[in-house]
């Protein structure tokens, strides 16, 4: 099944504040990939979406969670379970800054990152973890959004590949 939506007439897609372009490239697939019914109908679901579609969903989602709370709140939430997948998205976009800040902040849980939010939340209680070096890696990731501006680089990104997004 194609999951792509319409392509936003050029003209359009030019006067569209930044971020509406690749939100308008995600909002297809927003309500098809649940990240609320763990991780074997997540994956069956960011599976059957197009590579593209999946890796932008997956950045959308670590950059509106991580600037809404940090990436204490990102592996709290139900939005931790695609942190492996938004290292590909970042890469897959060429933002590899992005994908390198996620990647640092997964190393808080170990090697083998638990998909499972109730596993990452009782590493993220557990005592004596230094929860203090996630805070120092926010300010590092909202001051490199500052300066790249990633909503525009994603937008850039939409554009060049408009054939991955749109009909």
């Given at each position: 099944?194609?999951?792509?939506?319409?392509?936003?007439?050029?003209?359009?897609?030019?006067?569209?504040?930044?971020?509406?372009?690749?939100?308008?490239?995600v909002?297809?697939?927003?309500?098809?990939?649940?990240?609320?019914?763990?991780?074997?109908?997540?994956?069956?679901?960011?599976?059957?979406?197009?590579?593209?579609?999946?890796?932008?969903?997956?950045?959308?989602?670590?950059?509106?969670?991580?600037?809404?709370g940090?990436?204490?709140q990102?592996?709290?939430?139900?939005?931790?379970?695609?942190?492996?997948?938004?290292?590909?998205?970042?890469?897959?976009?060429?933002?590899?800054?992005?994908?390198?800040?996620?990647?640092?902040?997964?190393?808080?849980?170990?090697?083998?990152?638990?998909?499972e939010?109730?596993?990452?939340?009782?590493?993220?209680?557990?005592?004596?973890?230094?929860?203090?070096?996630l805070?120092?890696?926010d300010?590092?990731?909202?001051?490199?959004?500052?300066?790249?501006?990633?909503?525009?680089?994603?937008?850039?990104?939409?554009?060049?590949?408009?054939?991955?997004?749109?009909?």
């Amino acid at each position: 099944m194609d999951t792509r939506g319409p392509k936003p007439d050029i003209r359009e897609a030019d006067l569209m504040p930044t971020g509406k372009l690749y939100w308008t490239a995600v909002e297809p697939i927003w309500k098809k990939v649940s990240i609320y019914e763990g991780p074997g109908t997540f994956l069956k679901q960011f599976r059957g979406v197009t590579r593209a579609q999946a890796h932008l969903l997956a950045v959308h989602w670590t950059m509106s969670e991580v600037f809404n709370g940090g990436f204490g709140q990102y592996f709290f939430n139900d939005t931790g379970i695609l942190a492996p997948e938004a290292v590909e998205g970042f890469e897959f976009v060429g933002l590899p800054k992005g994908a390198a800040f996620v990647r640092q902040a997964m190393a808080f849980f170990g090697a083998d990152y638990p998909r499972e939010r109730g596993k990452r939340n009782d590493l993220l209680e557990k005592p004596g973890k230094k929860k203090v070096s996630l805070s120092a890696l926010d300010r590092k990731f909202f001051a490199w959004d500052k300066k790249e501006s990633v909503p525009a680089a994603l937008d850039a990104f939409v554009f060049r590949n408009a054939d991955r997004f749109f009909i």
